[in-house]
């Protein structure tokens, strides 16, 4: 189990004083999520000094419910962070998946994390074989007195806001709807690695990023996005994909153009923000032909965000 004190993301002991705590795996920390969040922050307040976190796991959606994900342990730090959390706690999903429900909410978020006050979803489960609901919470909590929050669901279009929608949304390369149901657009931020350098010898550089083994990867596809090194946000056109124009072993990844920008971001992590899809991947017969195209990408992204400035999206 790590701890870390928000918003520097250092890691940190469980505080001396009382804590209210939102429990969820949180994948996409969503519309729906960050109403959780928020509900932490107002039980705090209710208790004199006391601090308000998050709960979730350090691994992948896929490793706890054979999923692929939507955020990074990183970025939910960062999202929490975003949504004035104090702290967040960041457990084994091994350490926890065999107690039972009487022992996680008993012996783990009473004795063991001190909890003065607990905040779940409404369809949140918990213990050996998700045997627990908040019904069940709500029924062990009471005996010792410790309030518990049920947030009752978000929605959107009629339908509940929820981590599934987002992964089909992503998948399907909606990024408008994925925007919507996260609340801000989707996005990577991944290691810059070294590739082929075939985009630099025809004038138009790019950033190579892998998606990490279980992370969702968006619709093969050709994107707007917004690209952030350092404190400056840039214009940008990603290829997800396989680079079927370049020799090609098979391997997904995501190759960026950043438009206005030319230094070297190797080793960095680089916030790839997708906005719309453009077009389908293709494959080319010449460079020549591939160079086209990518111009013609640009150029349609440029007319994208003439009518949709990028200046005015905010992302926590």
Known sequence: MTIYRLPEMTPMSLPDTPIALALGN?????????RLLFAARAAAGKIPGCLAGAWTFTTLAKEV????????????????????????????????????????????????????????????????GGAGDCRTLQDILSEKNIPLTVVEPVRHEDLV?????????VEAGDMDRAAALLGRPFSVCFPVRHGKQLGRTIGLPTINQDFPAGHIV??????????????????????????PSVVSDGHVNCETHIMDFDGVLYGE???VEFLTRLRDEM?????DALRQAIEADIRNARAYFAAHPFCERTIP
Request: net charge positive; with cysteine.
């Open 161 to 169: 806001v929820s981590s599934t929608r987002i992964r089909a949304a």
């Open 218 to 243: 968006p619709r093969h596809g050709i994107y707007a996005c917004i690209c952030t090194v350092g404190d400056t946000r840039h214009m940008g056109v990603a290829n997800v994909g396989v680079r």
């Open 283 to 287: 494959r080319f017969g010449s460079i």
């Open 26 to 34: 949180f994948d996409g920390v969503h519309t729906g999520h960050r």
């Open 269 to 271: 992590s680089i916030r």
């Open 65 to 128: 419910a054979d999923v692929p994900a939507l955020t990074t342990a990183e970025e939910k730090l960062r999202q929490f962070a975003a949504a004035g959390l104090d702290f967040a706690i960041l457990e084994e999903f091994s350490a926890v998946r065999n107690l039972s429900p009487e022992e996680f909410a008993a012996s783990y978020l009473t004795d063991k994390l001190g909890c003065a006050a607990v905040v779940c979803g409404f369809n949140f489960r918990f213990g050996r």
